[in-house]
């Protein structure tokens, strides 16, 4: 159990990291024109992803789970796979990447990297994460409830930034 918390750990110390990349990353599209949508439904995500890491330090605990090695090993091959995802997302938008939803008029839409491929490929790491980072040690109630929210979460993240993106992208 100890290996699995610092595993938590470093991903929550990831966030933090990304937070302060995101912040610094929103500044410079808002001094560029950019425009914000979706605020309302920011702050539920906060709490979404803060809930997934602590149901993935509470539950095993408090639920006696114990690491299965057939499920847990594969789940952390995801994780790193997620990771990755996730990492070549980041740099693939530059400074044009962070938490919000921050659009530049003007800006043509990104089609390199894993946006080649898939137009939202991030929330496939997140949905990834979302499964394998709980059940490396079973936590199998936090990965189906943050999945169910996540869902939902997504639906109305997803239909924003297509939204803001058609509205930004429509003025190239």
């Given at each position: 159990?100890?290996?699995?918390?610092?595993?938590?750990?470093?991903?929550?110390?990831q966030r933090l990291?990304?937070?302060?990349?995101?912040?610094?990353?929103?500044?410079?599209?808002?001094?560029?024109?950019?425009?914000?949508f979706?605020?309302?439904?920011?702050?539920?995500?906060?709490?979404?992803?803060?809930?997934?890491l602590?149901?993935?330090l509470v539950?095993?605990?408090?639920?006696?789970?114990?690491?299965?090695?057939?499920?847990?090993?594969?789940?952390?091959?995801?994780?790193?796979g997620?990771?990755?995802?996730?990492?070549?997302?980041?740099?693939?938008?530059?400074?044009?990447?962070?938490?919000?939803?921050?659009?530049?008029?003007?800006?043509?839409?990104?089609?390199?990297?894993?946006?080649?491929?898939?137009?939202?490929?991030?929330?496939?790491?997140?949905?990834?994460?979302?499964?394998?980072?709980?059940?490396?040690?079973?936590?199998?109630?936090?990965?189906?409830?943050?999945?169910?929210?996540?869902?939902?979460?997504?639906?109305?993240?997803?239909?924003?930034?297509?939204?803001?993106?058609?509205?930004?992208?429509?003025?190239?």
């Open positions: 159990m100890i290996a699995y918390a610092l595993l938590v750990v470093a991903v929550a110390a990291v990304e937070a302060l990349i995101s912040r610094r990353n929103a500044a410079w599209s808002l001094q560029r024109g950019g425009v914000e979706g605020r309302r439904h920011y702050p539920f995500l906060v709490v979404l992803h803060v809930g997934l602590t149901g993935c539950e095993p605990l408090l639920a006696h789970r114990d690491f299965v090695p057939l499920l847990g090993w594969p789940m952390f091959g995801l994780l790193l997620a990771q990755a995802l996730r990492v070549w997302c980041i740099s693939t938008l530059g400074p044009r990447w962070n938490f919000r939803v921050i659009v530049v008029p003007g800006l043509p839409r990104v089609r390199s990297g894993p946006y080649r491929y898939l137009s939202h490929p991030n929330y496939v790491a997140v949905v990834v994460e979302g499964l394998a980072l709980p059940l490396i040690h079973s936590a199998w109630i936090t990965a189906t409830a943050f999945t169910v929210l996540n869902v939902a979460a997504l639906s109305v993240r997803i239909r924003t930034e297509e939204r803001a993106l058609g509205l930004a992208t429509a003025t190239v």
